[in-house]
Structures are given as structure tokens and as C-alpha cells.
């Protein structure tokens, strides 16, 4: 199998964790949020490539399942996959694991929008973003499937 | 108009902004995340509660739609609705604005089970929070329509 873009790694810092020692759900995002910075570097658009560019990607939406616990001090690693992407859209599917194990602790679907910040106003990707964006989705290859994207929140039956 | 239930309100903190000064995508969910916690006293699930009756509630799974940049300072309240409930499932609308101004920020929906942490292990609402749900729901009276629920995140066209 194809080895997995891995955007984000580290430990689960104490300030992120609720009065159980577990992660808080902002905290996962956040996790989400870095490996959003770790995707955007992967397409030129780290911060000395949002400087030339004058772009960066702005969130539009995000969906996030919960699926376990995590605990303080934990290592964990954030595998990123482009579900799809237009002239300036990108559409991201992250799932946070223990460094190297294959469960997944959470998952989360993403919209970004590139965005001109002279406006801000949304642009069509540069050249480099786009070339890059198009090399990455060759090599996800038969990733596993996005299991937790496209879902809607409702009650069971 | 009924009047909204605001389940928090303050001040969005320097630590919670990126380099623009802007709120970054995770510390809106870390002040929905703290409306939650509002919502459980609100319904008896508050550090009191949670200890008399051993249960707590988990965020299973929830949907953020980033509508406007929030700054450093700003004052803003958050403004829960109950979209539904089951014996043991809430089912939650959250909206951010300024203080007192109708405009939405952001829209977070959430879905959260009631479990009992002896387990943990999901368990039916006690009579306090159950009572209180219903009554929160018959006070909503004709508060506006949740208008980013029941999303699926999808590229345009």
C-alpha cells in the first residue's frame, strides 16, 4: 500500500487535555489545524510561500468524528488525503493515529479555500500549489477509503 | 422573538488567534466546546451533577462552518438550540456573534451521548437532565432555523 502523506506529529501536550487526562475535542481540531499548516507547506503555501504568493488556504467547513479517547503524552500522527480539489478549492481528509498504528483516534473532512489576503479574496491556485496538489493525489494510490467524509449529523433511526 | 440561551460569552483571547490576530479554526471549537459545558449545568450535567450522578456527556461527532474572521478581543456569546433529543442523545445547534449582534461568526452542530463513567459506557439521561431537555426545547419556541445543519461537505457543482 501506499505510504500515507503524514502532516502533523508529536505528543499530546497537557494544556490540550480536560480534567481527565483526555484530550478535549477543540484540542483534536487544533492537531487537525497544524496538519492543515503541514498540507499547506507539502503545496509551496508554507509561511515563506505565502509570503511570495500574498495566498493562503482559509478553512471553510469542517466535520469531525470523534472515535476514541487520547490521552496526554501520547504520540500521534495526522495522515492527510485530498478527497478532491477544483481552481481553488481543496477538499482534505485527516485521520489522527499512534505514531505508526493503523486505528484510527479520530477522523475529520475539510473544505480550504485559497484565498488572495490583499483582499482577502478567494484566487485560483498558483502553479506550484497546483502541480503539487495534482502529485499528491498520483501518489495517494489506494490509500484506504475516506470511511468518516460525507456524512451528515442525525440522530440513529 | 424568544430570547436565545446563551451558554457562554467572553472575550476571544490573544492565545487563541494565529499570526493575523485572527481566531484560528480550532479556538471556535474550543468556545463552542465551552458552550457545551454551559449547555450541561444548563441541564444539570455541571461538575456538581456530573459527580452526584457519575454521568458526563461525549461529543461523538460535529460539523463547524467558518463564516466570518473573529479578532483578538472581541466580545462574543454563543447561542445553543436543541435540534432533537433521544433517551440518551442531544442533538445540538450552536451560533457565534458579537455580543447582543445578530450576525453569525460561525455554526457548529454537534451530536453528544450521555454515558455513565463507570464504564464509560453510554446510559440513558437521568430525570433532572430529561426534564430539563424537554423544557428547553418548549422555551426555544421560534427561535430561527438552524441554517448550516444537516450539511455534507462537498466541492461545488
Redesign the interface.
Known amino acids: 500500500m501506499t505510504e500515507p502523506l503524514i502532516t502533523w506529529r508529536g505528543p499530546v501536550l497537557a494544556e490540550w487535555t480536560d480534567y481527565n487526562g483526555h484530550l478535549?475535542?477543540?484540542?483534536y481540531?487544533?492537531i487537525?489545524?497544524y496538519a492543515?499548516d503541514g498540507f499547506m507547506a507539502a503545496i509551496g503555501l508554507d509561511a515563506a510561500g505565502r509570503e511570495a504568493t500574498g495566498c493562503s488556504l482559509?478553512?471553510?467547513?469542517?466535520?469531525?468524528?470523534?472515535l476514541h479517547e487520547v490521552k496526554q503524552g501520547e504520540q500521534v500522527e495526522v495522515r492527510t488525503q485530498v478527497l478532491?480539489?477544483?481552481h481553488k478549492?481543496v477538499?482534505l481528509y485527516f485521520t489522527l493515529h499512534r505514531q505508526g498504528e493503523e486505528a484510527e483516534l479520530a477522523a475529520s473532512?475539510?473544505?480550504l479555500l485559497h484565498v488572495s489576503m490583499a483582499g482577502p479574496k478567494s484566487a485560483p491556485f498558483g502553479e506550484v500549489a497546483a502541480r503539487r496538489l495534482v502529485d499528491i493525489v498520483a501518489r495517494q494510490g489506494d490509500r484506504p477509503p475516506a470511511q468518516w467524509?460525507?456524512?451528515?449529523?442525525?440522530?440513529?433511526?
Chains 1, 2 share one sequence.
Open positions: 478535549r475535542d477543540a484540542f481540531l487544533l487537525f489545524s492543515s482559509f478553512t471553510l467547513e469542517c466535520h469531525l468524528n470523534f478532491g480539489h477544483d478549492r477538499h473532512e475539510q473544505m467524509a460525507g456524512r451528515v449529523i442525525r440522530l440513529p433511526g
